[in-house]
């Protein structure tokens, strides 16, 4: 500890980024204080992964319960089914406020203080934090900044948290609109289609690109949108912007056609959901005080280490980690991150493989990959001169899917033909999430098809469709 700082370590921003951090920071041996102006757990834990996944467990009970076809192939019938929204909606709140605790609770064990306020750099090492109608300053030997993202809202909507809102709004399910039209077929907006369609709602998915889920594989995205959108209550519109949006009863939205600009329709819908993607919260930090400048899309430049840059050189002791460096908007990635700048601030040097992180939509299937897709992967084939190969392996020659009748699904393993090291995985179906581990993993230690075909699986398990995957890349 250094006596002429007040702490080691000061972290701006509570989210799961700032409490990974302030976890490994502790079991470093660093003096740690965190400072947050709102709520305890960031985004994650209060507005995205947390209260969203708790509606998605719901309405998936909802959508199977329904599912008399499904049911009856297992030989079960069920009479009228019906739920409480307000119950639901309880759930996922209540989920917040224990995640929330466990949080808060984990850095007090721990001694990390907790300071609440707006934390802001006011020069080399030193912190001030508002709040409360007074201003502190304090001095660390290192700062770290995750002051996370807020959700994007293009020209020409206009939200009123009611009749037409952000994700933030949306895990609140105040309300279930008969017809919703949601902006966006990404993560988010496949997963609140997945809810409202579940729960009864008409739902027009309105996507800008030429194709749904566009950060998608193809292969992967061709069967979702054959299972989790064409059978459903959605009607898509691809190619297609929202102009204007204008709230009310009902709400008018103005579509236009995204490469021509001109207008080609105009519905009327009773909510909308804006779903386009989300923004760093950079704004107001203090990083004029030392120098920094943000890039052109209002992001940290940060280096492998997490190190903030000015003009490509890096910041002594300041660093920034989670959605505001914009190098990948996951949760979990910020957490890695934040563990990565605290291996650097103790001085043994770590990066950050991104490659080897995983990312999922809890749909119902699940989609999920980690790694390149198969044209990021044949790019990076033409760059460095080697030639690229896939393999792919279906639900439905799996004996646990087949068991629980729930066959669709496929995982596609992209690999280098010469050496056979797995560049991506891509997986659709049952219990995606949880598969792709196993993936990351391989990815991680740059391992080859020809030793991962030859790993041993359980019996009857999922899991077998990536041991087909890799069998069928070696034959």
Request: hydrophobic letters at 45%; a negative charge.
């Amino acid at each position: 500890m250094s006596h002429e700082f007040d702490y080691d370590l000061v972290i701006i921003g509570a989210g799961v980024g700032g409490h990974g951090a302030a976890l490994h920071a502790v079991s470093c041996g660093l003096k740690t204080a965190i400072i947050e102006a709102a709520d305890m757990g960031g985004t994650c834990v209060n507005r995205g992964c947390i209260p969203s996944k708790a509606l998605l467990a719901a309405s998936g009970r909802v959508r199977e319960l329904r599912d008399a076809h499904h049911l009856k192939s297992l030989g079960i019938q069920i009479g009228n089914v019906e739920f409480d929204r307000q119950a639901i909606a309880n759930h996922a709140n209540n989920l917040v406020a224990k995640i929330q605790g466990d949080l808060t609770n984990s850095l007090k064990r721990l001694g990390v203080d907790i300071i609440k306020g707006w934390g802001k750099i006011a020069g080399t090492q030193k912190v001030t934090v508002t709040g409360d109608g007074s201003e502190k300053t304090i001095t660390a030997k290192d700062i770290i900044l995750c002051p996370g993202s807020v959700p994007f809202v293009p020209p020409g909507i206009e939200v009123d948290g009611k009749t037409v809102f952000t994700s933030d709004q949306g895990v609140k399910l105040e309300t279930l609109p008969d017809w919703v039209a949601i902006i966006g077929s990404g993560y988010i907006g496949l997963e609140f289609s997945d809810i409202y369609s579940a729960l009864g709602c008409e739902i027009t998915l309105i996507e800008a690109l030429d194709q749904l889920m566009p950060g998608f594989d193809r292969d992967i995205a061709k069967l979702a949108e054959r299972v989790l959108i064409t059978p459903r209550d959605i009607e898509t519109k691809v190619g297609i912007y929202a102009k204007k949006v204008i709230p009310g009863s009902p709400v008018v939205i103005e579509l236009a056609d995204f490469k021509t600009k001109e207008v080609v329709d105009v519905i009327e819908v009773d909510a909308c959901l804006v779903a386009t993607g989300r923004i760093p919260a950079t704004k107001n930090l203090g990083l004029e005080s030392v120098g920094v400048e943000l890039d052109r899309r209002n992001f940290i430049p940060v280096d492998d280490r997490m190190a903030v840059l000015s003009a490509g050189e890096v910041v002594p002791h300041l660093w920034a980690i989670g959605d505001a460096n914009g190098k990948m908007m996951l949760a979990h990635a910020a957490s890695a991150q934040g563990i990565v700048a605290v291996e650097n601030i103790v001085g043994r040097d770590r990066k950050i493989d991104y490659r080897s992180i995983p990312a999922a939509a809890f749909t119902h299937p699940e989609v999920s990959y980690v790694g390149l897709t198969e044209t990021g992967a044949k790019e990076l084939g033409q760059a460095e001169g080697f030639e690229i190969a896939t393999s792919r392996s279906y639900f439905k020659g799996n004996s646990k899917a087949l068991a629980e009748n729930e066959a669709d699904g496929i995982a596609k393993v992209i690999y280098r033909k010469d050496t056979g090291e797995v560049l991506g995985v891509h997986i659709f179906g049952l219990h995606a999430s949880d598969l792709i581990h196993e993936a990351s993993a391989a990815v991680a230690n740059r391992q080859t098809v020809q030793t991962l075909a030859h790993l041993v699986h359980a019996h009857p398990t999922l899991s077998e469709v990536l041991d087909e995957a890799y069998k069928r890349a070696i034959v």
